[in-house]
């Protein structure tokens, strides 16, 4: 099936035929096109009102510097996985809502964390601490910095919702979809909650850390968005669990790999410093495994290293070889593959149209095979 | 007409007939009721899933701690107003997703304005902080704190929002709804946004300090909720302009009335001292007019003085003489008392029942002359 670029007017509008496979890069464009399209009306209806129209093109130029756009790939696909037909128009507004959702969360990450740098720009809180420099010392920029970006990310989770309650579902659609999006919106927030709780003086409780894999990233960034396409779809319980069944062991594979990546990553491809996750001290499925394994003076090595703020490259290769030796990478290498395994049973059994079937391996791969 | 508190199970339901004049404490007890079976089920859910069940007791300790209610009050006089009549559990509960929201807003406000009480308690950011203390920095303990209240915050914010769509609406209501509460979600951060961009360097801009009391508050306290509780009622664009022009002179009054306690009010009283804002250098209306008419001198005084972070009670008196010599003080008083003399003649003409008028005189008087 095949989405056109349209002119704004009506750019949620689907136009071709049900040829396979999905075309996921034209899905995504007319995701992107849609959301410039509802932000520049956004920023002419703020300069109208003589309202901040910075907050509406910050969003817009988030949305502009990158991201892979996979919860809108993977609500479509559940739409389609789902035997969606009719009018897809609503079903890519929803779509969009999830990008625009997301960009709440990664822009309220980043005043937690405090991070510098996101897709290679300055984060948002960094860049209007930037903006308000001039007549103001440099702790009152700063702080107007993280109070504009949690506002702005809190415009950003409040405009996702206007995009769902505007997307022209239909009262069906509203009932069945609303109660998920409710589930996705607590699970990311309470998953990122524990995060932060665990942070700083990470343990050995692996059930913890799985725990924050699956609610931060197994549920929020596949599972829920896939229930969400099928639903609007009026996909049923059984639909819902074969998701389930694909998304659970898939996502945590994602979040694993993405551990991995946050010790062993190439800073040059990742896009951050690989020392980051063990200096802050994240609370990681290896960690947890290495501290599990680790004789007294590993324990005592890691746990006086990881999350102590002036952790060096010296250290962060200490910790890598302590991770190396207990097995925990090589465990956790095998938890990834097994789960991968687990994902690619589920989706040659599940009964998915082939389009939708052949989406979610490609969407798999690139997750969990990608190096940044 | 009475709102009579019932057992949990259905908490939300009226029970009695169409005496007036309105319940007013009671309204208040039963959206509180409602409230408190809504976050103790939110504990139970997040005990039984492993999930951080202080978050909603967050919450329900922050609703317990005090708070006007107004937004919810203002809903119900709202759907009153506009000829409300048969099942009223609806509309309490979209009048507690109010309550619900304002929390979302206060939390982030204490984050952003690092405030360190609010009703008496801790604010959330300093509760978590000071819960966090034990194997962590003080400084990780400080970032966990305002960390764990935004997303308390965000929390707040997507559970006021299953509030109302879970409260029963009928399909109409919830066309005519929730554009408002988009529209008063957009304005609220918008003006907060104004309201943080302004702070620290205060300038003679009076539009400017009277939009940011007309967004952040009038709209949002006053006119928005009664909008909404009309809506509910089927009220026309009619009843919805009278209520405006009652609520945006009062919401304004009430701001203003609002910038002369955090100058000149009792910190006996109003729990805050006197010069926080003038420290903090928020741009009001009085500290606006003020520097347009100030001499040389004057200006030079102010500008040292207002957002200056050493400010002390003398610099505060030295301020409050110049806001006295300007007459900035007496113009300010006098723009409350036309703006209530404004929303009062709207109130003796408007076509509200008088339950409703009596209800909104009653709360009308309470905002303008409180001193706290």
Known sequence: ???????????????????????????????????????????????????????????????????????????????HAGGGHGDIAPVLKVA?????????????????????????QPTVHRALADQHTSGHSRGNAERFGASGAILVGDLA???????????????????????????????????????????????????????????????????????????????DVGLLTALSDFALPIGEAFQLHDDLLGVYGNPAVTGKPCTDDLRDGKHTAVVAIALQRADRDQRKSLTGLIGSGDLDEDGADRIRVILGSTGARHTVEQMIQSRCEQAERTLSQAPFPAAARHALRTLARAATERTA
Chains 1, 2 share one sequence.
């Open 96 to 120: 969009a809502s999830l990008e625009l959702f997301h960009a709440f969360c990664l822009i309220h990450d980043d005043v937690m964390d405090d991070s510098r740098t996101r897709r290679g």
């Open 157 to 235: 989770l409040s405009w996702s919702d206007e995009l769902v309650h505007t997307a022209g579902l239909t009262t069906a659609q509203i009932t069945r979809v609303l109660p998920l999006i409710h589930e996705m919106r607590t699970e990311v927030m309470y998953g990122q909650y524990l995060d932060i709780a665990a942070t700083g003086s990470p343990t050995d409780d692996l059930d913890r850390a799985l725990a924050i894999a699956r609610y931060k990233t197994a549920k929020y960034t596949i599972e829920r968005p896939l229930h969400i396409g099928a639903a609007l779809a009026g996909g």
């Open 1 to 79: 099936m095949r989405y056109q670029a349209l002119p704004t007017h009506d750019i949620w509008t689907e136009t071709a035929g049900n040829s396979a496979p999905l075309d996921l890069s034209c899905i995504r464009r007319v995701v992107d096109q849609g959301l410039a399209a509802f932000l520049n009306d956004r920023v002419r209806t703020a300069v109208d009102g003589r309202l901040p129209a910075e907050v509406p093109q910050l969003l817009k130029g988030f949305l502009d510097s990158g991201g892979k756009r996979l919860r809108p790939l993977l609500c479509v696909i559940g739409w």
